[in-house]
């Protein structure tokens, strides 16, 4: 891992006063092997990896939307590997809601983040996205569970066995993984997660400050600014992990649920191991026994938190399935002989070894304003091509309303075979002072010479079009009671504006009340319609052809949107 001192650092600079020390989650081989998921009685596991566990960059978007096409167990290091055979096994993958933080005291050398990691209920560890109605128990989307395999017979051949590219550790594959492929770091993933749930993400300086490094611009829409002596400082901006805390109260947030986009979010992984039946597989009858041991690592050495694996195990006596409350919560496993039971939750983290495919590319827009494209200054009567803007002098009349057109060249159509490129849109509306009421967010500080906060106050409207750093986290949101209209909102403000919508395929549904109002806010004139839709952005979704000899990649030589203002009276 990076320095405490660098930007590239994986922990705070201090918890609560003390400063902290991160290191390498797999440097130290723990040295007994661990049985589940591979339990011929059952089991449901669950484990992350963040990118820094897979050696991927933060902030590099080649390491962006990356297709896992396949994945390898690590036998534990210093023992054979018997053969086996499973016979039901099943892979699920996704983002996970959670992000464990092993960060310790320096002064403690204790675990500063307990509660950072994987929670109890198997299906809460997949991110999700709430609804800002109620008292934030509704869930507004969750993308599905992705089955990498699911139900296959899983044999460990110890013949099958290869080292890593080091040539030191031995890995096995995983039975193989389906297509499609399950996209992680997808940017197409608006759901949000990662709350520690340490800290206050309504102010600086509370119990840490936020230092994960983001490749967008977290709020602030200039990335640099003039300091002392004329000096040029550079945000570094970053992903806000800390508990998300109501913007008016020291109460906590139930509906916001996290601040990192999906770039920053671990790979969770879904192991489902049916307990072992004596008659199969039908052709020769074999008895799985459960000999081989994963390789692990414990990512803190003083305790047993914050949590990269969660599970429910069974024994000879008592078999896991899913038809048991425990295959829902995780529940551990009985050690057995009177002893009493493991936790099931604990900081192990699993060898393992992937097959990453880059077929995905997101190529994100800044937004572009609808009345001022060309952000124009006031026009006069010398301006000689009042085609430039800005239009209407700024404010779209009530009789007017834009009809929007794209075009590529070449034309999609002529794209070569099997790859695609999908265009979306996306409307937004006006840009925000992030004071209301006396209450700021994002509190933007990210230590030392680069505090934007003075920056970032009143100034997002003139730095935040065009910004293609602003779009890629423009939907971040957070629950919102301060007083914009007429009394609190109760609803998301986003890290730039009010409103923001979706992306959609039909890009005249930035023109339309019927869509826009789905993204309205839940007070009396909090509204989003084709009037309040000041911004608009696209993104093309890029696919390549990646079973082809040689693979090939579609190309855009140009782009254009066109829109005239037509009149709403028939």
Not at 72 to 79: D, E, G, I, K, L
Request: glycine letters at 8%.
């Amino acid at each position: 891992v990076a320095d405490q001192g660098s930007i590239f650092r994986y922990c705070p600079l201090a918890f609560n006063g003390d400063a902290t020390v991160a290191s390498n989650t797999a440097s130290v081989p723990f040295g007994q092997g661990i049985q589940n998921p591979l339990n011929p009685y059952g089991a449901r596991l669950q484990t992350v990896w963040r990118e820094i566990d897979m050696s991927l960059s933060r902030v590099d978007p080649f390491d962006f939307n990356l297709d896992v096409e396949q994945m390898y167990w690590a036998p534990v290091t210093s023992a054979a590997v018997f053969f086996d055979i499973f016979d039901e096994v099943s892979l699920f993958l996704g983002h996970s809601e959670r992000r464990p933080e092993p960060c310790v005291g320096q002064f403690s050398a204790l675990s500063v983040m307990d509660e950072s990691g994987l929670v109890q209920a198997f299906q809460d560890n997949y991110v999700r996205n709430k609804r800002p109605t109620g008292n934030g128990g509704q869930i507004e989307s969750r993308p599905a569970p992705h089955a990498a395999y699911e139900g296959v017979q899983f044999t460990i051949n110890p013949a099958e066995a290869i080292l890593e590219p080091n040539g030191i550790n031995r890995f096995l594959p995983l039975p193989d993984f389906q297509q499609p492929y399950f996209t992680w770091r997808d940017e197409t993933v608006m759901e949000q997660g990662g709350s520690s749930t340490y800290g206050d993400d309504t102010t600086t300086g509370a119990t840490y400050e936020p230092y994960i490094l983001s490749p967008f611009l977290g709020g602030v829409c200039s990335p640099q600014r003039r300091g002392g002596g004329g000096s040029i400082q550079l945000a570094t901006p970053r992903w806000d992990n800390r508990e998300n805390i109501h913007t008016t109260s020291g109460a906590t947030d139930n509906f916001t649920d996290g601040l990192l986009g999906s770039v920053a979010l671990p790979l969770l992984a879904d192991f489902q191991t049916m307990c072992d039946q004596p008659d199969l597989p039908a052709e020769f009858r074999f008895i799985a026994n459960g000999f081989n041991g994963w390789q692990i690592s414990l990512t803190v050495q003083s305790g047993p938190l914050p949590a990269f694996r969660a599970f429910t195990g069974g024994t000879p006596n008592n078999c896991a399935s899913p038809q048991q409350n425990r295959w829902a919560q995780a529940s551990g496993q009985n050690a057995g002989g009177g002893i009493g039971s493991n936790d099931w939750r604990d900081n192990s983290l699993y060898w393992t070894m992937a097959d990453f495919l880059k077929r995905q590319t997101v190529a994100t827009s800044g937004f572009v304003e609808v009345l001022n494209p060309h952000r124009m200054p006031p026009r006069t009567e010398n301006d000689i091509d009042p085609r430039l803007g800005p239009f209407f002098g700024g404010a779209m009349p009530a009789t007017r309303k834009p009809n929007f057109e794209w075009h590529f060249e070449p034309p999609l159509a002529t794209l070569p075979a099997g790859t695609s490129i999908v265009p979306e849109f996306r409307a937004a509306s006006r840009t925000v002072d992030r004071q209301i009421s006396g209450q700021n967010w994002p509190p933007i500080n990210w230590g030392g010479n680069n505090d934007f906060a003075t920056l970032a106050s009143g100034q997002t409207n003139p730095h935040f079009a065009l910004n293609p750093f602003v779009a890629g986290d423009a939907h971040i949101r957070k629950y919102d009671r301060r007083s914009v209209f007429s009394g609190p909102r109760n609803y998301w403000s986003y890290l730039y504006n009010e409103h923001v919508s979706d992306y959609t395929l039909t890009i005249n549904d930035l023109a339309d009340d019927t869509f826009l109002n789905d993204f309205a806010g839940n007070s009396a004139g909090d509204n989003f319609r084709y009037r309040d839709a000041i911004y608009f952005n696209w993104r093309f979704v890029m696919s390549a052809n990646t079973t082809a000899s040689p693979p090939v990649s579609p190309s855009v030589e140009s782009f254009a949107i066109s829109y005239r203002f037509e009149s709403t009276i028939e």
